[in-house]
């Protein structure tokens, strides 16, 4: 997500090349997550006609400060539902 909020739209080849030389990941595996972060509604896809033929253009469509509100509000929520007293201690100690 880091490398397509910076970049907006990217193929899959664009951001495999963009995290081989930090995580040493097939462009299959970028491919499937790219894959399911459409099916989870954080990127949407297109197909566009290149020099080698059909490619999938991904594009961002969650704002990386809307991402981080929803992620922590899942987390509260989960840490409340399940913990609520320690969750709340911990939370008043943090924000002092």
Do not use: P
């Not at 989870?40 to 290149?50: A, Y």
Request: charge should be positive; charged fraction near 30%.
């Amino acid at each position: 997500m880091t490398i397509m909020w910076r970049e907006k739209r990217a193929t899959t080849r664009t951001v495999h090349t963009l995290i081989k030389n930090k995580h040493n990941v097939n462009r299959s595996t970028v491919n499937a997550v790219m894959n399911s972060l459409c099916k989870r509604g954080l990127l949407s896809s297109s197909i566009s006609r290149g020099k080698g033929g059909l490619k999938y253009v991904y594009k961002i469509k969650v704002s990386r400060g809307k991402f981080e509100r929803e992620v922590v509000g899942k987390v509260l929520n989960s840490l409340l539902n399940s913990y609520a007293k320690t969750t709340r201690k911990h939370m008043r100690e943090k924000l002092k």
